[in-house]
């Protein structure tokens, strides 16, 4: 499997509710399709934008297959199933796995905060319980409390179904080193839109987005122009959505993305608590960022 199988940009999806606060996979649906058509290649269903913690089981196996329908082989998609239960993780890729999904993300292992030995194993045991799909591993210690090491994500490049991993860590550095510790073939993505520039300079290869849900097809661009080696372009590009990138991450997502989706008419609702509604000035953040780039 080689470094662009999943693709190169990649929308971690909100999960649309209703006024009642159901999952509206209606608009899911729809969203999932706009997506593949603008710009992304692959998209991350239930993932952290797409408020996993308070969404049931059999939530997501129902969003997992509106979406793959949605989709129909235009783009990857990616199942968010992990899980800081090691057992609920493997059942849940299993499952993703029979509905026929592109492969799973797995987050390290929250609030338990595991050591490296432990990280390894659960991720191991995860692979090797459905061997032939592929599984992206997802580093964000600002959320779980730990770090992935970058001598832990090399050995687990060593499993043929671990293809890639989403580094969120915000550390250029150990992005390098894990660039250097893992075969070429090995993928890594940003998990931060406004370092998806320089994690390609140091041997990424795309992004897991979440800016794409507005702009995928200039995220898309970004990278493009810098496999063409136009960095000036590219610069260019991302420069122009740094106010966005900013304003994308003015509190804790997905918030702001919901927010910005709303207010240009996509009707994705509210939050689940313990999320809530964005401020009405941070609100005013984001509008002025979708009108700077005429957004709205």
């Given amino acids: 499997m080689n470094d ?34 603008h710009g992304s290649d692959g998209i991350v269903v239930c993932g952290t934008t797409g408020e996993s913690p308070t969404l049931s089981w059999d939530e997501e196996y129902q969003l997992f297959q509106v979406v793959k329908g949605a989709v129909s082989g235009r783009g990857k998609i990616l199942a968010g199933t992990g899980s800081n239960s090691t057992t609920e993780a493997i059942a849940a890729t299993q499952k993703a796995a029979q509905l026929g999904l592109d492969g799973s993300l797995q987050v390290v292992p ?45 050995k687990l490049a060593e499993i043929d179904n671990i293809v890639a991993i989403k580094e969120a860590s915000g550390n250029l550095e150990q992005v390098s080193l894990v660039r250097r510790l893992t075969p070429s073939e090995f993928a890594i993505y940003s998990g931060d839109d406004s370092l998806t520039l320089p994690i390609l300079a140091v041997g990424g290869t795309g992004v897991v987005s979440v800016a794409s849900h507005l702009v995928g097809e200039e995220i898309q661009a970004i990278v493009q122009a810098f496999d063409r080696g136009n960095t000036k372009l590219a610069t260019e590009i991302n420069t122009k959505l740094l106010p966005l990138y900013k304003a994308l991450f003015c509190t804790t997502n997905p918030i702001p993305v919901k927010a910005a989706l709303n207010l ?3 009707k994705v609702g509210g939050l689940r608590l313990p999320l809530c509604e964005i401020s009405p000035n941070l609100k005013q953040n984001v509008e002025a960022a979708l009108k700077n780039l005429s957004l709205i």
């Avoid at 940009?9 to 058509?37: H, Q, R």
């Avoid at 338990?112 to 210690?141: T, V, W």
């Fill in 4 to 37: 662009r199988s999943l693709g190169r940009v990649i929308t971690a999806m909100v999960t649309p509710f209703d006024e009642e606060g159901n999952v509206n996979y209606e608009v899911a649906e729809k969203l999932a399709d706009y997506l593949v058509t």
């Fill in 264 to 266: 240009i008419g996509w």
């Fill in 110 to 154: 929250y609030y338990n905060k595991p050591p490296q030995e432990g990280l390894y194993e659960h991720f191991r045991a995860i692979a090797i319980s459905c061997p032939d799909f592929p599984i992206m591993l997802y580093n964000i210690p600002g959320r779980t409390g730990q770090n992935l090491l970058p001598e832990t994500v090399a």
